[in-house]
């Protein structure tokens, strides 16, 4: 008969065992204390892009009568860039009030239609139509200079085309009036 031979820890590395998943545990209590009492807001995407120049790009027209859009049509003026697609429950929401700011003529508003095909890009426009130029940017290489997470994403670049602010998701009318408008009035009163 074989004989066993039980092998015991020693106490020590026992109670190592034990704690080891405790203090995991304590670790991951202090990070999510520090994330949320760090008074930075979560929703708030940061962006590499902010103060520096548009990246150069030049992008087809998606309709015939409305040109396309590139790096030089952001120069002389502040514009918004609002990246959309048809895919989009979101852009579908902004449509409304980027129409009523495009109506109200307070800035010229430029889309790029991100990774859609065209006839569906068009069919999503026909409804409303805020955008003075429409680039398509099929790859996406557009929107990946850009720093865009995803879509909907607005642009705010001022007349030296260099993008100043950065929203991520569908404008509201409250964005536009506490986010975008005030930025648009302090841009155009610097000119």
Do not use: H
């Amino acid at each position: 008969m074989a004989e066993t031979v039980e092998i015991k820890a020693a106490p020590q590395r026992r109670a190592l065992f034990t704690l080891l998943p405790l203090a995991g545990f304590a670790v991951l209590v202090v990070l999510f204390a520090l994330a949320v009492f760090s008074g930075r807001d979560p929703s708030v995407l940061p962006s590499a892009m902010i103060d520096k120049p548009a990246p150069d790009f030049d992008l087809p027209a998606l309709k015939d009568g409305k040109p396309g859009l590139a790096r030089g049509d952001l120069t002389g003026q502040p514009v918004l860039v609002n990246f959309f697609a048809s895919w989009c429950a979101p852009c579908r929401e902004e449509q409304g009030t980027l129409a009523g700011l495009a109506a109200a003529g307070t800035v010229p508003i430029y889309g790029v239609v991100y990774k859609d095909a065209p006839d569906k890009a068009k069919q999503f426009l026909a409804a409303s139509d805020p955008y003075a130029r429409i680039g398509q940017d099929e790859s996406g290489r557009t929107a990946i200079d850009f720093g865009v997470y995803g879509v909907p994403e607005t642009y705010i670049v001022d007349g030296a085309g260099r993008i100043r602010y950065r929203y991520a998701g569908a404008v509201t009318p409250e964005v536009l009036a506490d986010e975008i408008l005030p930025r648009l009035k302090a841009l155009q009163a610097t000119k």
